[in-house]
C-alpha cells in the first residue's frame, strides 16, 4: 500500500502564477482534505471532496479551488499567487462514507510551494 | 481566540525527563480530540487519539477534560527520537472528518 501520495514535492512559483497540486489518496479511502500548512503553524483546513464533491470548505479565498476525480484522487488550484500563498500543502485521505465516524486520516508527505 | 491553542516551546528536555504539553479548545461542541507527531519537514501523523477517561500507549498517555475543554500529552523517560512537534487536534461534531490543529508544541531531547 503506497499511502497517501502528493506531487510534485517543491514547487517554486512567480507572482500571479497558478499551480495545480495532485493528490492520490490511500488505497480503500474516499474522502480527500486539503490543508495548508505555514512556517511554524498548525495545518489549516482548506476543503474536503467526497464523491466528486466539495463538501466542507474552510476560510480560504476562491482562488483555492479543488476537484475529485472518479478514482479518488484529488487536484489543488491556486489562482493568481501571493507571496502568503507560500506553504507546505498536505493532502490527507479518511474513509468518511455513510456509517463511517471519525476514521482515521493519513497525510502524504505534502508538496512545499515557493511563491518569490 | 484560536479554535485550539498550544504552548509553541521550545520544550527543552534531557534524555529520561518527563514531559507534559497542554492544550485547550474553545468550541465546546468538538467531538474527537487527538495529538499528531510532525517531524521537521515531514507530514503529521497519528500519535495517539485522547478519551476522557484517559489513555496510555507505552510512554505516552493522554488525557480529556471536556469541563475544562483542556487535552494533556504526558511524555515519560523521554528518547531522543521523541524530538519533534506536538499538535494538539480537534474535530468537531459536523459529521465531517475536518482536522482543527493548534500551533504544535516543539519538543527538544538532549543527551
Known amino acids: 500500500d503506497a499511502g497517501v501520495t502528493q506531487s510534485p514535492t517543491h514547487l517554486i512559483k512567480t507572482r500571479g502564477q497558478q499551480v495545480t497540486l495532485r493528490c492520490s489518496p490511500k488505497s480503500g479511502h474516499d474522502t480527500v482534505s486539503w490543508y495548508q500548512q505555514a512556517l511554524g503553524q498548525g495545518p489549516q483546513f482548506i476543503f474536503q471532496y467526497y464523491e466528486e464533491e466539495e463538501r466542507q470548505r474552510g476560510n480560504f479565498p476562491d482562488r483555492f479551488s479543488g476537484h475529485q476525480f472518479p478514482n479518488y484522487s484529488s487536484e489543488l488550484n491556486v489562482n493568481a499567487l501571493l507571496l502568503g500563498d507560500s506553504a507546505l500543502y498536505l493532502c490527507?485521505?479518511?474513509?468518511?462514507?455513510?456509517?463511517?465516524?471519525?476514521?482515521?486520516?493519513?497525510f502524504g508527505q505534502g508538496t512545499r510551494l515557493t511563491v518569490v | 481566540r484560536k479554535e485550539v491553542e498550544q504552548d509553541p516551546g521550545p520544550f527543552n528536555v534531557p534524555e529520561g525527563a518527563t514531559v507534559a504539553f497542554n492544550c485547550t479548545y474553545s468550541n465546546s461542541a468538538s467531538q474527537s480530540f487527538f495529538w499528531y507527531r510532525q517531524d521537521c519537514r515531514k507530514e503529521p501523523k497519528l500519535l495517539m487519539s485522547?478519551?476522557?477517561s484517559g489513555n496510555e500507549d507505552g510512554r505516552f498517555t493522554a488525557q480529556l477534560n471536556r469541563a475544562s475543554q483542556y487535552i494533556s500529552l504526558l511524555i515519560r523517560d523521554s528518547k531522543l527520537s521523541d524530538s519533534a512537534t506536538y499538535l494538539c487536534?480537534?474535530?468537531?461534531?459536523?459529521?465531517?472528518?475536518?482536522?482543527?490543529f493548534g500551533t504544535g508544541t516543539r519538543l527538544l531531547v538532549s543527551p
Open positions: 487536534v480537534v474535530t468537531l461534531n459536523t459529521g465531517f472528518q475536518k482536522l482543527v
Open positions: 490527507a485521505s479518511s474513509l468518511d462514507g455513510p456509517g463511517q465516524v471519525n476514521t482515521e486520516a493519513f
Open positions: 485522547v478519551y476522557s
